[in-house]
T-cell receptor, first 113, second 116 residues
Framework: AQSVTQLGSHVSVSEGALVLLRCNYS??????LFWYVQYPNQGLQLLLK??????LVKGINGFEAEFKKSETSFHLTKPSAHMSDAAEYFC???????????FGTGTSLTVIP | DTAVSQTPKYLVTQMGNDKSIKCEQN?????MYWYKQDSKKFLKIMFS???????INETVPNRFSPKSPDKAHLNLHINSLELGDSAVYFC???????????????FGAGSRLTVL
């Protein structure tokens, strides 16, 4: 079964510092991979998605993620954190058969002024 | 115009009651889902419907019964509510295919259920 693992349930960075949120997937073939963001008391919004077109994927709000097959990773990065980036971030995988999506346990990002 | 809309946004009720949450999507997607998010923010898929047919039914008590009258609607009915049912329930939709917007989940804003 396909799944994703997010390392670090809580990450704190200073404003202006690099953001790195980790996600590893388990799949025998490259799956569809996603990062979603959830702001307090809101639903989830798509940040970016990997669909095998390009290994470096750019998303909204300055975020990007790199698909590394050798490491089975899809880490999310942003060069400079803003206070508005404080939120819960979820990595997700879509199954290759059917149209099912499974989520990691989430990483709460805190940005320190 | 909200793409995926859920009602109600908040629901407070007593143990043992029956309640429903409604979901509608205007994106023309063929697949709809219910997810449960607990107090630790874990997101767990509950049900998935494709063109009104049940595709996936994860380990969910049979007190939960989804109903899809058409492919734009997926409602969730919960019988005999228990304290552990307190959570935020998210509806979502997606479309299989090869277009730019395909194979992506679009979420509703969530329905927060509190069982007292």
């Amino acid at each position: 079964a396909q799944s994703v693992t997010q390392l670090g349930s809580h990450v704190s960075v200073s404003e202006g510092a690099l953001v790195l949120l980790r996600c590893n997937y388990s799949s025998s073939v490259p799956p569809y991979l996603f990062w979603y963001v959830q702001y307090p008391n809101q639903g989830l919004q798509l940040l970016l998605k990997y669909t095998s077109a390009a290994t470096l994927v750019k998303g909204i709000n300055g975020f990007e993620a790199e698909f590394k097959k050798s490491e089975t990773s899809f880490h999310l990065t942003k060069p400079s954190a803003h206070m508005s980036d404080a939120a819960e971030y979820f990595c997700a995988v879509r199954t290759n058969t059917g149209n099912q999506f499974y989520f990691g346990t989430g990483t709460s990002l805190t940005v320190i002024p | 115009d909200t793409a995926v809309s859920q009602t109600p946004k908040y629901l407070v009720t007593q143990m043992g009651n029956d309640k429903s949450i409604k979901c509608e999507q205007n994106l023309g997607h063929d697949t709809m889902y219910w997810y449960k998010q607990d107090s630790k923010k874990f997101l767990k898929i509950m049900f998935s419907y494709n063109n009104k047919e049940l595709i996936i039914n994860e380990t969910v008590p049979n007190r939960f019964s989804p109903k899809s009258p058409d492919k734009a609607h997926l409602n969730l009915h919960i019988n005999s509510l228990e304290l552990g049912d307190s959570a935020v329930y998210f509806c979502a939709s997606s479309q299989m295919g090869t277009g730019a917007g395909a194979n992506v989940l679009t979420f509703g804003a969530g329905s927060r259920l509190t069982v007292l």
